[in-house]
C-alpha cells in the first residue's frame, strides 16, 4: 500500500512563498497509470483541488491558482514539491497530497491514496 | 461554496442505514461524469470508499454503496456502526477540473 507524507513549514508569512514537499514510499512514483496530486482544505471553504503532475514533470493546474502554482517531482528521491507564490490569508489550508488512478481520462480521475495533510497557516 | 452541495450533517443510530446526498448541476454531475466518494477521520488521510459512481475499492465494506441520477448522486450506509462516525465527500469533474462537496459529518448515535 503506497504511502503519502506532507512536509513543510506550518507558518508562512504573506506574500512569501508556501513550500511542501510529498514523500511517497510503498510504490513507486514512476509507476505506470498515475498522477500526483495537491488538494488543499480551507477551514470553511472546503476541498479545492491545485494541480497535479505525471512524474516526466507534465502538469496541469487549477485555472484559478495557475499564476501562482509550481509543482515538481524529484523521482530519485520518491518526492513531489508544491510552490504556491505571494500567498495571503486566503490560502490558510491543511494541504494534501494524493494519487491519481488514470482511468480513461480525465472525467474519470478519482484520488485512491491520500496523505494525512499538513496544516499551513499564512499570517505575519 | 463548494460546487457540489452536500448535507452539513446527517445521523443515525447503530444498524441503521443512512444516506448523504451529493447535488452538482449540468456541469458536472449532470454532464454525466463520474462521482466518486471519500470517507476522512480528522487528522488522518482520507480515504477512497467509492468509485466511478458505485464501485467499491478491494477491502471497503459491501455497507457502502453509491448511486447517480441525473444531478445528483448518493452515498448509502447499511448498518451504521460507530467506526463510521466521519465526514463524507464526494468529488467529480466540471469539464476544467476537479470538484468536491463541502462534505457531511456523519453521527452515529
Known amino acids: 500500500q503506497v504511502q503519502l507524507q506532507e512536509s513543510g513549514p506550518g507558518l508562512v508569512k504573506p506574500s512569501q512563498t508556501l513550500s511542501l514537499t510529498c514523500s511517497v514510499s510503498?510504490?513507486?512514483?514512476?509507476?505506470?497509470?498515475?498522477?500526483w496530486s495537491w488538494i488543499r482544505q480551507h477551514p470553511v471553504k472546503g476541498l479545492e483541488w491545485i494541480g497535479y503532475?505525471?512524474?516526466?514533470?507534465?502538469?496541469y493546474y487549477n485555472p484559478s491558482l495557475k499564476s501562482r502554482v509550481t509543482m515538481s517531482v524529484d523521482t530519485s528521491q520518491q518526492q513531489l514539491s508544491l510552490q504556491l507564490r505571494s500567498v495571503t490569508a486566503a490560502d490558510t489550508a491543511v494541504y494534501y497530497c494524493?494519487?491519481?488512478?488514470?482511468?480513461?481520462?480525465?472525467?474519470?480521475?478519482?484520488?485512491?491514496?491520500w496523505g494525512q495533510g499538513t496544516l499551513v497557516t499564512v499570517s505575519s | 461554496q463548494s460546487v457540489l452541495t452536500q448535507p452539513p450533517s446527517v445521523s443515525g443510530a447503530p444498524g441503521q442505514r443512512v444516506t448523504i446526498s451529493c447535488t452538482g448541476s449540468?456541469?458536472?454531475?449532470?454532464?454525466?461524469?463520474?462521482v466518486h466518494w471519500y470517507q476522512h477521520l480528522p487528522g488522518t488521510a482520507p480515504k477512497l470508499l467509492i468509485f466511478?459512481?458505485?464501485n467499491r475499492p478491494s477491502g471497503v465494506s459491501d455497507r457502502f454503496s453509491g448511486s447517480k441520477s441525473g444531478t445528483s448522486a448518493s452515498l448509502a450506509i447499511t448498518g451504521l456502526q460507530a467506526e463510521d462516525e466521519a465526514d463524507y465527500y464526494c468529488?467529480?469533474?466540471?469539464?476544467?477540473?476537479?470538484?468536491f462537496g463541502g462534505g457531511t459529518k456523519l453521527t452515529v448515535l
Open positions: 494524493a494519487r491519481i488512478l488514470r482511468v480513461f481520462g480525465p472525467s474519470k480521475y478519482f484520488f485512491d491514496n
Open positions: 510503498g510504490g513507486s512514483i514512476s509507476g505506470g497509470g498515475y498522477l
Open positions: 503532475m505525471h512524474h516526466s514533470g507534465s502538469t
Open positions: 449540468s456541469s458536472n454531475i449532470g454532464a454525466g461524469y463520474d
Open positions: 466511478g459512481n458505485n
Open positions: 468529488q467529480s469533474y466540471d469539464g476544467s477540473g476537479w470538484v
